[in-house]
């Protein structure tokens, strides 16, 4: 039998450079593709909205977002992804299938996509400039503060989007987009981005 | 155009996809022939408001019902199609 060595890879992996791009001087946005991190997709079954905001509730010790929002538990974000359904974002396995599996055995099903998508976080001075030729929702900081979230599409590919908290004074936006997307829609960012000065890094640590 | 999804928000029309009139409803198992030719088939071509089932997948991906003027494109009313969402439709 044929042996097979299993390499996890980014899938941008090729298309990501770390470094400078664009405009000299001080970069205005920086693009950070954030790895090897636990994704799960957990939806209601049908008429059990109500157990399954119980189970979340009691296994993160905080209500799961019933609107397109973001919450932060100590080592896990909820992320609105659609009615009835949420997605939990975290690292090191705590959160994954099997840690979930048991506490929503009886309200809702659970999906690993912790390789299907890519996510991105965005920050800098020009980050919401730059965000504004992507995105044809209003991400003002009056109208998409900080925990604000959505399903929406860039560029005709969908993504969640979400504002974190500031780092140093300044919004800091993740989008989550489907990894065979996200090639395209790195050169996209890149494009937008390019003429404020652009900070490309790839980091293990979530935000 | 514009539609308001129950769920998301204001979005532009490019996040939904249009699927047609909202009227039909799918006969019981052993109707008729005619009855099943009409649900596949037959179409009102209505000039003004018109029930129709429009799909936000480039969104939160739930079905919705949308109350459209086919003459003016108001839109007058959007709810989530019987399914999508359980905590709002209760199904």
Same mark, same amino acid.
């Given at each position: 039998?044929?042996?097979?060595?299993?390499?996890?890879?980014?899938?941008?992996?090729?298309?990501?450079?770390?470094?400078? +791009?664009?405009?000299?001087?001080?970069?205005?946005?920086?693009?950070?593709?954030?790895?090897?991190?636990?994704?799960?997709?957990?939806?209601?079954?049908?008429?059990?909205?109500?157990?399954?905001?119980?189970?979340?509730?009691?296994?993160?010790?905080?209500?799961?977002?019933?609107?397109?929002?973001?919450?932060?538990?100590?080592?896990?974000?909820?992320?609105?992804?659609?009615?009835?359904?949420?997605?939990?974002?975290?690292?090191?396995?705590? +959160?994954?299938?099997?840690?979930?599996?048991?506490?929503?055995? &009886?309200?809702?099903?659970?999906?690993?996509?912790?390789?299907?998508?890519?996510?991105?976080?965005?920050?800098?001075?020009?980050?919401?400039?730059?965000?504004?030729?992507?995105?044809?929702?209003?991400?003002?900081?009056?109208?998409?503060?900080?925990?604000?979230?959505?399903?929406?599409?860039?560029? +005709?590919? &969908?993504?969640?989007?979400?504002?974190?908290?500031?780092?140093?004074?300044?919004?800091?936006?993740?989008?989550?987009?489907?990894?065979?997307?996200?090639?395209?829609?790195?050169?996209?960012?890149?494009?937008?981005?390019?003429?404020?000065?652009?900070?490309?890094?790839?980091?293990?640590?979530?935000? | 155009?514009?539609?308001?999804?129950?769920?998301?928000?204001?979005?532009?029309?490019?996040?939904?996809?249009?699927?047609?009139?909202?009227?039909?409803?799918?006969?019981?198992?052993?109707?008729?022939?005619?009855?099943?030719?009409?649900?596949?088939?037959?179409?009102?071509?209505?000039?003004?408001?018109?029930?129709?089932?429009?799909?936000?997948?480039?969104?939160?991906?739930?079905?919705?019902?949308?109350?459209?003027?086919?003459?003016?494109?108001?839109?007058?009313?959007?709810?989530?199609?019987?399914?999508?969402?359980?905590?709002?439709?209760?199904?």
């Amino acid at each position: 039998m044929a042996e097979f060595s299993w390499d996890v890879r980014s899938p941008l992996d090729r298309a990501l450079v770390s470094g400078a +791009h664009g405009a000299h001087g001080d970069a205005g946005v920086s693009l950070t593709e954030i790895r090897d991190f636990d994704l799960i997709q957990v939806m209601a079954r049908r008429g059990k909205a109500a157990d399954m905001a119980t189970a979340a509730k009691a296994r993160f010790g905080i209500a799961a977002p019933e609107t397109p929002k973001a919450v932060r538990t100590a080592d896990a974000t909820l992320i609105w992804s659609g009615p009835d359904q949420f997605l939990v974002l975290s690292k090191g396995g705590g +959160h994954g299938t099997e840690a979930l599996a048991q506490p929503f055995a &009886s309200s809702a099903s659970l999906s690993d996509q912790s390789h299907t998508r890519v996510l991105i976080s965005i920050s800098g001075a020009r980050a919401l400039t730059m965000l504004a030729k992507l995105s044809s929702i209003d991400l003002h900081p009056d109208a998409f503060p900080v925990g604000a979230a959505a399903a929406t599409s860039m560029d +005709h590919a &969908s993504v969640t989007l979400w504002r974190g908290n500031d780092r140093d004074g300044l919004a800091v936006f993740n989008v989550l987009v489907f990894a065979t997307f996200a090639e395209s829609l790195w050169h996209t960012m890149l494009d937008s981005a390019a003429e404020y000065g652009v900070d490309i890094s790839h980091s293990e640590d979530m935000a | 155009m514009r539609i308001t999804c129950p769920f998301c928000g204001e979005r532009e029309l490019g996040e939904f996809t249009y699927l047609g009139d909202a009227k039909p409803v799918r006969p019981v198992a052993g109707a008729s022939e005619d009855e099943v030719f009409d649900y596949v088939y037959l179409r009102d071509n209505v000039a003004g408001v018109m029930s129709e089932n429009w799909y936000h997948g480039g969104g939160c991906r739930a079905w919705l019902k949308v109350t459209r003027n086919t003459l003016t494109h108001e839109i007058s009313a959007v709810e989530p199609a019987a399914g999508a969402g359980a905590a709002k439709v209760g199904a």
